[in-house]
């Protein structure tokens, strides 16, 4: 077993990490046991692909690091009989390096610890009714959510956030989620008499500034009186927890509390597990959590799919109790109900979208993609749309293309006058990709932008610094306040001396020397990764060449989602169609844990 894992090393079927964790485990175990080997390599490898565990079921019995290998796993009752009996793989509860549990889910020890905390808090903030004064929260609903049937979802949302401690509001782009809890804010504080302690937080800098931008302009058309009482100011989720730049490590745990009565998070489908864990144990217990985002996105880049676990499958079915209550705050009748309460009492959907129109382009095409509608696909990209044109250069003509587009939607970053208008125009275009690599992905776009720019006189001076680069962070600097995403711009002080210049929740802009960066690339193209939490006026999005298993229906829908008024899909090698047939699955027991109907439930299927 040794061998074949070096030679799956060898081949990039497996990481070094992977290899080195699993002779651990075994020194750790005392004995050679090829099946600890197999099972500890496989664990850390799932968890590097994106995976809470390793459901052993997806393995047992099946030939492994084909094709080099005729290796196969054992069966699962086998499997599971000798991992347990290795002395470091336990049930949970217990204190092993993995943890093997009831339904053969292997995990590594800290992935299985988390997943627990989170599920045992919110399942315990789930439960039941907050008290509410009914006249008063309904007058104010009434006053907050003046619209017709089309405000019904979010006011209803609202109602619920009024008498649940943990809520989840989901939703696409354009259906409402900002303006609905700029409400939710203006409600509760309201009810509160103004005392809340209210943190508003989101994954990255760059999701805050808008966050924080969003509720600015819904407080816009509220009475005044309610305008002033929400809050606006946003941060960062690090920020908020107090990361400590030297140790990585935050300030605020379990022993050290927030002082908060309401934590709201956007873009909570950035969130990953271990982050989630962090912040559910260190927010009081009594403290209302409110989680928005779009479940239909992408995942967070680290492990897990936590908030499509916590949204669940399908729409939610709300409690008897919990559908009375919400009716009589919002005069709104709604079905009867189910018999037993669950996780669907904390989650609403918003489903009306206001950004595209019903007749636009890019909100049909989202639909479809959503849908998983291949059969009328073709049909519809050969329709005109005023927002959306797909096309498909042939690949001898798409280099030349991509250039025209290139130069098209980047001269106007170059013609700035200074840093402020040189971002916003790098706000309103942005091209896309699926991959980093290769012609359509981002080395080879950004290769070519800046050949291109250099060819016609765009780059000042040969070096790889010049005035207009567009940049984008790689890697989180707490001490510099910048994450992963942020997309900041080259341009020269009042002494000419270039900074990286980044904006600021305020409004404003901060520079960066340029030897303090942390780790970033060129950013006239980026992935759709790096782009989640963004939008942009025009987006160009790149399918690549060749077809490669990154791509999904969830990322062609991030990606269709990031424009808000044009979309330019490039598939040169006709694989829309294919890449909407793929869900991007994550394997986890989140999902099982948080929507067991009763609390007996989990605990049978821990044993």
């Known amino acids: ?76 009752g086998e499997w599971r009989k000798q ?8 049930i949970p509860g217990g204190q092993e390096p ?6 053969n889910r292997l995990y ?32 104010l609903l009434a006053r907050l959510f003046p619209g017709g049937v089309e405000a019904g979802s979010q006011k209803l949302a ?45 994954p990255t800098g760059r999701a805050a500034a808008r966050l924080q931008e969003s509720i600015g302009r819904a407080r816009q058309d509220m ?7 929400v809050q606006e100011q946003a941060g960062t989720l690090h920020r908020l927890l107090g990361m400590v730049p030297e140790t990585g490590r935050f300030r605020h745990t379990r022993n050290n509390l927030l002082l908060l009565d309401l934590l709201i998070i956007d873009e909570a489908s950035m969130v990953d597990v271990p982050l989630m864990a962090a912040l559910v144990e260190a927010l009081p217990a009594k403290a209302r959590l409110i989680m928005l985002g ?49 996780m669907g009492d904390s989650v609403s959907m918003l489903h009306a979208g206001y950004r595209f129109g019903e007749g636009g382009g890019i909100g049909k095409l989202a639909r479809m993609v959503n849908a998983g509608d291949q059969e009328n696909l073709a049909a519809f990209a050969e329709q005109y749309h005023d927002d959306l044109a797909v096309v498909r250069p042939a690949s001898e003509h798409f280099r030349p293309w991509l250039a025209a587009r290139l130069l098209e939607g980047f001269a106007p970053c170059f013609a700035a006058a200074g840093p402020e208008e040189a971002l916003a125009a790098f706000a309103r275009f942005r091209v896309l990709c699926a991959l980093r690599e290769g012609p359509a992905g981002v080395a080879g776009v950004n290769g070519l932008a800046e050949q ?6 765009l780059l000042a001076g040969s070096g790889a610094w010049y005035r207009g680069r567009p940049l984008v962070i790689r890697k989180n600097h707490y001490g510099l306040q910048l994450f992963n995403g942020d997309a900041g711009i080259v341009w020269p002080d009042r002494e000419g001396v270039l900074h990286a210049w980044f904006p600021r929740p305020d409004g404003g802009l901060w520079p960066v020397a340029l030897s303090m960066l942390p780790a970033h690339d060129t950013a006239y193209a980026a992935t759709v990764h790096q782009a989640q939490g963004s939008e942009f006026a025009e987006v160009l999005f790149l399918l690549p060449l060749q077809d490669n298993r990154i791509l999904s229906r969830e990322l062609v829908y991030t990606a269709l989602t990031r424009a808000r008024h044009k979309l330019t899909l490039a598939d040169p090698a006709s694989l829309l169609a294919k890449s909407i047939s793929r869900r991007a699955v994550r394997y986890s027991g989140l999902t099982a844990r948080l929507w067991c109907k009763k609390k007996e439930d989990l605990s049978l299927r821990e044993k």
């Open 294 to 342: 779009d479940r239909d996105q992408l995942t967070s880049v680290e492990a897990g799919s936590l908030f499509g676990d916590i949204c669940g499958v399908g729409e939610p079915s709300w409690s008897i109790r919990l559908s009375r209550q919400v009716s009589r705050l919002t005069g709104i009748s709604l079905p009867g109900g189910t018999e037993i309460e669950s």
């Open 1 to 76: 077993m040794r061998t074949l894992l070096k030679t799956a090393v060898a081949s990039g079927q497996l990481r070094a990490v992977d290899l080195h964790g699993a002779l651990f485990l075994e020194e750790l175990a005392g004995k050679s046991s090829p099946t600890l080997l197999l099972a500890g390599a496989l664990a850390s490898q799932a968890v590097g692909d994106g995976h809470i565990c390793l459901p052993l079921a997806t393995v047992a019995g099946q030939q492994v690091f084909a094709p080099s290998s005729t290796e196969t796993a054992p069966s699962q």
């Open 108 to 139: 590594l020890a800290r992935y299985h610890a988390c997943e627990s905390l989170i599920a045992e808090n919110l399942r315990s903030r789930n439960l039941g009714l907050l008290p509410v004064e009914e006249a008063r929260a309904a007058e």
């Open 223 to 229: 009475d005044p009186d309610l305008a002033a009482l």
């Open 83 to 90: 991992l347990l009996a290795s002395g470091v793989v336990g």
């Open 452 to 457: 291109i720019f250099r060819s016609r006189g």
């Open 98 to 103: 993995l943890i093997l549990d009831g339904e």
């Open 158 to 202: 609202a109602a619920v956030a009024a008498v649940k401690q943990f809520a989840v509001i989901s939703g696409g782009p354009g259906t409402g989620k900002t303006y609905t809890v700029a409400r939710i804010l203006a409600l509760l504080q309201a009810l509160a008499g103004g005392r809340l302690r209210i943190g508003l937080a989101a």
